[in-house]
């Protein structure tokens, strides 16, 4: 699994996603949080609870492309002439260039543990998905209040901190890979934005998958005598080798009962 450029406010993950068990993946129906807890299957949910939000979304990165490849191949339909498109592009590159987001003027400097020093003497570490959590049914004047709150060491200066440079830096210190990409339509021309979030876009990947895992849990239950909870148990990466070898018996017993 090749790694993202990341700078030095995010860590490297290290994955086998073909380790995940089909219990995890029969879980991913396409909830919201469905991505963390994805994250949580493969690397432990209280590490990603302590996990800023962006190094989430670059994990997720990883299992993208080990899943399904370094390209996404995103369809539109154009709002000015309604011709459908596609927008195609490398997903490490959008990461990189969501991590390459240039620092702050307000930031004086980067701790040695991960926190943003301001220039004002304020001290601000990144957003946690447990933080996440915590302001997901607030209003989002209160939830950018509440994060705040949350995330500023009170002890480093006791003086106001302006909520744009706060909500700046915060976001710098942990990017997430939702934006909008800029895509022209090759009918008429028009450029025209896409909103797209990693997190919504592999979960809904996974999702649609489900069939393809139903018919591999059919397959092996059938063939083997076990429950759906003892295939579910197995690794992807096993499950479907079974599967294939079970298909590939299947269609060999075809051919040689025509002959």
Known sequence: MSGYPTGSRSRRWRLDINDLQGSAEWQIVGRQGDGARLAGF???????????????????????????GRRILASRRCGHCDEPYDLDFVLADVVAAVAATPQPPEVHRVRDDGRAELASGHVL???THAD???VADLTLEDAEAELLERCIDRSSAHGPLDPETAAAVLEWLSPVVD???????????VAETTRFSLEHYLVRALAQERTQLLREVHLLAATYGWSRGAVLELARRDRRHLAALVEAER?????????
């Open 42 to 68: 493969l690397i432990g949910e209280d590490e990603v609870e302590r996990m800023p939000v962006g190094e989430r979304d670059r994990l997720l990165a990883q299992v993208y492309e080990e899943l399904f």
């Open 125 to 127: 570490s990144a957003p």
């Open 179 to 189: 934006l909008d990409l800029l895509g022209t339509c090759p009918e008429c021309g």
């Open 251 to 259: 269609n060999a017993w075809r051919l040689g009962s025509r002959t």
């Open 132 to 134: 996440e959590n915590a």
